[in-house]
Structures are given as structure tokens and as C-alpha cells.
């Protein structure tokens, strides 16, 4: 009930492709969903984050597209630059439970070709 | 890193020996969070903080113990470390306002021998 699913485990594509990474989860009470952007030696960074009364989230080249029927989630990177290549967390919380603690997926190793 | 500093960045420490790692931030938040990073598992709650000298347990807690005397300083102990506690370890903070949105500090990378 509490897991994060993510997929892929990691992924390739070329400069200007368009990576698309996806999280499932069980829980339905989960009501907030981030997603982080680790670079190697650095702590993960807060992305982007969308909330389940809405269907789709922009920020930049970023976009969270969520389907609470399906219980799914998944970040889409347009116009992707090598500068992108980093590893990428998905999470849910549900506000107020305790502490409104974090669940996160896996991780997802994104690497883009010139 | 959002006014956090973490304390030693590396360390390599030997099987038996008690490690404390320090967590700093300057952004007076009042939640307080330690993560463990490993390969296969990504980031993993070990245990939490909620305000001065309130703490909980979190998914990965047993072999760890933490304390909390001032708002901005979160130590996490080892009391007795373990080859199986090498890992990178985060802190996180959060205001705990609407959302929770965290906040990551850089790491410290533990290697017990």
C-alpha cells in the first residue's frame, strides 16, 4: 500500500528526444506527488510537483501528467539536453499523515546523447 | 542546498565504532528528516524530527538513533556501525506548511570497514 513503483530503471535518449518516466502507487489517501533531480554527488532537488486535482503540470521543459484513475504518474522531459542526464525520483505524501513523510520510487538514471 | 550543511561530507570509519553524523540548516524549518541512499533502493527514512526533542521512527530505523536539542542541528548516531550501514546519507528539512515540500542537503558518503 505504501510502495512507489518507477519505471525505467534507467534510460537513453538522444539530445531533443523526449524521456518518459513513470511511477504507479496503491495508496489512495497519497495526495501530493514530486519529483526529484539528482546530479552525482549532489542531494536530490526538488523538480517539479503536482497535486490529483489536477490532470497535468508544466514548469519549463517539465511536465507531470497524472491519471488518478490509473494511479499513475510520469514526468516528461521535452527538447532534452545532455545537461539533463542525472537520476530522477518520483514521491507521494499524504499531507498530514505522519509528518507528511515521503514515499519515493526507485529512481530512474536518464542519460541524453549529443 | 537550501541552507543545509551536513558534517563530515566522507567518512571511513571501522566495523564496532559509534559515528555521529551532523545535520546544520539555517532556514529554521521545523521537520528535519535523515535518508539513506543505496543502489536498488533509493531513498530510504531512517528517522524524522518534528521540533526540539521530538523525534519518530522511520522505514529503516533499526541499528540508528537520533536527537534533536536545537531547532537547527539533527544528529543521527550509529551507535555501533555496521558494513551494512556504507551508504550515503541525506538530510532533508521541510517548513511542513501546506505540502511537504523537502529539501535536500549535499550528503555525507559512510564506508565502514
Known amino acids: 500500500q505504501q510502495q512507489v513503483k518507477q519505471s525505467p530503471q534507467s534510460l537513453i535518449v538522444q539530445k531533443g528526444g523526449i524521456p518518459i518516466i513513470n511511477c504507479a502507487y496503491e495508496n489512495t489517501a497519497f495526495d501530493y506527488f514530486p519529483w526529484y533531480q539528482q546530479f552525482p554527488g549532489k542531494g536530490p532537488a526538488l523538480l517539479i510537483a503536482i497535486r490529483p486535482d489536477v490532470s497535468e503540470k508544466k514548469e519549463g521543459r517539465f511536465t507531470i501528467s497524472f491519471n488518478k484513475s490509473a494511479k499513475q504518474f510520469s514526468l516528461h522531459i521535452m527538447d532534452s539536453q545532455p545537461g539533463d542526464s542525472a537520476t530522477y525520483f518520483c514521491a507521494a505524501s499524504i499531507y498530514g499523515g505522519s509528518q507528511g513523510n515521503l514515499i519515493f520510487g526507485k529512481g530512474t538514471k536518464l542519460s541524453v546523447k549529443p | 542546498d537550501a541552507g543545509i550543511t551536513q558534517s563530515p561530507r566522507h567518512k571511513v570509519t571501522e566495523t564496532g565504532t559509534p559515528v555521529t553524523l551532523r545535520c546544520h540548516q539555517t532556514?529554521?524549518?521545523?521537520?528535519m528528516y535523515w535518508y539513506r541512499q543505496d543502489p536498488g533502493h533509493g531513498l530510504r527514512l531512517i528517522h524524522y524530527s518534528y521540533g526540539v526533542k521530538d523525534t519518530d521512527k522511520g522505514e529503516v530505523s533499526d541499528g540508528y538513533s537520533v536527537s534533536r536539542s536545537k531547532t537547527e542541528d539533527f544528529l543521527l548516531t550509529l551507535e555501533s556501525a555496521t558494513s551494512s550501514q556504507t551508504s550515503v546519507y541525506f538530510c532533508?528539512?521541510?517548513?511542513?506548511?501546506?505540502?511537504?515540500?523537502?529539501?535536500f542537503g549535499p550528503g555525507t558518503r559512510l564506508t565502514v570497514l
Open positions: 532533508a528539512i521541510s517548513q511542513g506548511t501546506t505540502y511537504n515540500e523537502q529539501f
Open positions: 532556514e529554521n524549518h521545523r521537520y
